[in-house]
């Protein structure tokens, strides 16, 4: 298991990277549309993990209402696996509750899911599992 990135929720991608990019000098490499999730991610690696910008292009997405609930800021920690499904029961196993009864796979292979922040005292986590490389 690693860290894979934190998610931090924003409500202006641009002025977010301005302080992320310029402030702190972290490289941003690459910035996604997610038109599934309603969200413009820019990604930025810091050693092997990244920082993640959630910026909503959408009014009926969780992190518009999430924005609206607890201001910018941490989103959630996303922690990598190597089988998700085992993560997952284990988690269920020891009273855990998740928001995905079965992961979601992404374009490019990648399993995810997360977990409820009423199971792991106020944070969400998201699991992710990446497809094997060539």
Known sequence: MRLDHL?????????ALAFYRDGLGLTCARVED????GVRIAFLPVGESEIELLQPTRQDTGIVKWLAKHGPGMHHVCLEVGDIQAAMARIQRAGGEMINPEPVRR??????AFVHPRSTGGVLIELY??????
């Open 129 to 134: 599992q990446r497809p094997p490389q060539p």
């Open 7 to 15: 998610a931090i929720a924003v409500p202006d991608l641009d002025a």
């Open 107 to 112: 374009p490019e292979g990648t399993l995810y």
């Open 34 to 37: 997610v038109e599934r999730e």
